[in-house]
């Protein structure tokens, strides 16, 4: 019998009848078409300021990156519960923890490589920036050794990570500068604990957190369809109450108050734009919240799904798959425009504030063409699902 959960949540299981749960496979795809709406943004919008700074944001820009804040939490999230469900296929802990460590460093190796130059079309890596690739193997990596843990223990430290990394908001990465404006360790530690840096994105304690998380709130997911309904979209809505109180307080939970605006739009916007990097309590709440609660929404199986929750599904069956080739998709689309409109494609990098002054498009465009994105990819990542599906016990099937 199965080492890592009861035996009555794997009996569960197997009476639902489902190797994927359709809910947590459209909740991922969904997750990660939002992820291309934020990229193609990043890539093709005429907007030179980031579209959360509201004294120059407007309320479509402010909701389209808002929006995506989803993705990053809901992807680490349930990459965690996917960790667990997967025990539920014949996996005992030690089988279970050597996966996460090969996926998780396998994902860190991914990172300077094959993203580094999807982002960048070269391999300078002193133009690398760690993301969510880095931070998710890592988490994986944490979570490998965290599973031998029984689970009360895994959800008491992913719970405290979560609420108790902000005490640490004073620290300044400026702090362990040297004299010639280099990090010494002690601030390069911190920067992949805590506070974000120009080479570190995704610092790692507020993301191994939510990754453990999504691990503990597997044996929820092993339930009947209807009562993880209810428990799921239970919890979501406990989060959100505890963000809107919280966020009204306006004290610990976010190093970033809210304050009045000149209209009441503004104010709702300044109310809603917590901070990312790192992930604060707050931002956690106001994501995860809404997550859950579309988990319930989607509770259907796979034959009662809409054709876009259909397309969906595809998607989130071969996340990784689609995240590497959006990218370059994306990016490559990006070139292509330039060509065409300069006679020239030279490098084009991520990064907004090194594109020409003459680049971008509207925010209609900027959908026009995420709409286009996913019609492309949808037909590649239909026929890899299939692929993987036929070859679903190949050594290969879990790291790609």
């Given at each position: 019998m199965n080492k890592t959960i009861p035996e009555s949540y794997s009996q569960q299981f197997s009476s639902a009848g489902y190797r994927h749960i359709a809910s947590i496979d459209l909740m991922r795809g969904l997750v990660m078409a939002l992820m291309a709406l934020d990229h193609v943004r990043g890539f093709f919008s005429d907007a030179d300021f980031s579209p959360t700074d509201l004294a120059k944001t407007y309320p479509a820009l402010f909701f389209t990156r808002w929006i995506t804040h989803l993705c990053a939490p809901a992807f680490v999230f349930l990459a965690g519960t996917s960790a667990f469900l997967s025990s539920t296929q014949g996996l005992d802990r030690p089988q279970l923890a050597r996966r996460l460590l090969i996926r998780g460093l396998w994902l860190v190796l991914l990172e300077p490589t094959v993203v580094?130059?999807?982002?960048?079309?070269?391999?300078?890596?002193?133009?690398?920036?760690?993301?969510?690739?880095?931070?998710?193997?890592?988490?994986?990596?944490?979570?490998?050794a965290l599973i031998y843990l029984p689970m009360r223990a895994i959800a008491f430290i992913c719970i405290g990570m979560i609420l108790v990394h902000n005490f640490f908001d004073d620290i300044y990465i400026e702090d362990f500068q040297t004299a010639e404006?280099?990090?010494?360790?002690?601030?390069?530690?911190?920067?992949?604990?805590?506070?974000?840096?120009?080479?570190?994105?995704?610092?790692?304690?507020?993301?191994?957190?939510?990754?453990?998380?999504?691990?503990?709130?597997?044996?929820?997911m092993l339930m009947m369809p209807e009562e993880r309904k209810r428990i799921t979209l239970r919890w979501g809505l406990v989060l959100i109450v505890t963000f809107i109180?919280?966020?009204?307080?306006?004290?610990?939970?976010?190093?970033?108050?809210?304050?009045?605006?000149?209209?009441?739009?503004?104010?709702?916007?300044?109310?809603?734009?917590?901070?990312?990097?790192?992930?604060?309590?707050?931002?956690?709440?106001?994501?995860?919240?809404?997550?859950?609660?579309?988990?319930?929404?989607?509770?259907?199986?796979?034959?009662?799904?809409?054709?876009?929750?259909?397309?969906?599904?595809?998607?989130?069956?071969?996340?990784?798959?689609?995240?590497?080739?959006?990218?370059?998709?994306?990016?490559?689309?990006?070139?292509v425009f330039v060509f065409l409109?300069?006679?020239?494609?030279?490098?084009?990098?991520?990064?907004?504030?090194?594109?020409?002054?003459?680049?971008g498009f509207s925010l209609p465009m900027v959908y026009l063409i995420w709409i286009g994105i996913l019609l492309l990819l949808y037909p590649v990542c239909r026929w890899f699902a299939a692929v993987k599906f036929r070859h679903k016990r190949a050594w290969w099937t879990p790291y790609i």
């Open positions: 580094h130059l999807a982002w960048t079309f070269n391999l300078d890596l002193s133009q690398m920036r760690l993301g969510v690739i880095w931070a998710l193997g890592w988490s994986m990596v944490a979570l490998s404006g280099d990090l010494n360790w002690q601030g390069w530690l911190i920067s992949v604990i805590h506070i974000p840096h120009s080479a570190v994105a995704y610092p790692l304690v507020p993301w191994i957190g939510v990754m453990a998380a999504g691990y503990a709130f597997g044996p929820f109180v919280l966020r009204t307080i306006n004290g610990y939970g976010d190093p970033e108050p809210w304050f009045r605006q000149e209209t009441m739009l503004f104010t709702m916007l300044s109310f809603l734009n917590t901070t990312k990097y790192p992930p604060s309590l707050l931002y956690l709440l106001m994501t995860l919240g809404p997550m859950l609660i579309l988990l319930s929404v989607f509770e259907r199986g796979p034959d009662r799904q809409s054709a876009l929750g259909r397309l969906l599904i595809v998607f989130g069956r071969v996340p990784l798959f689609f995240y590497l080739l959006h990218l370059y998709a994306i990016h490559g689309l990006a070139l409109m300069a006679g020239e494609a030279g490098s084009f990098p991520a990064a907004s504030s090194a594109f020409p002054p003459w680049w």
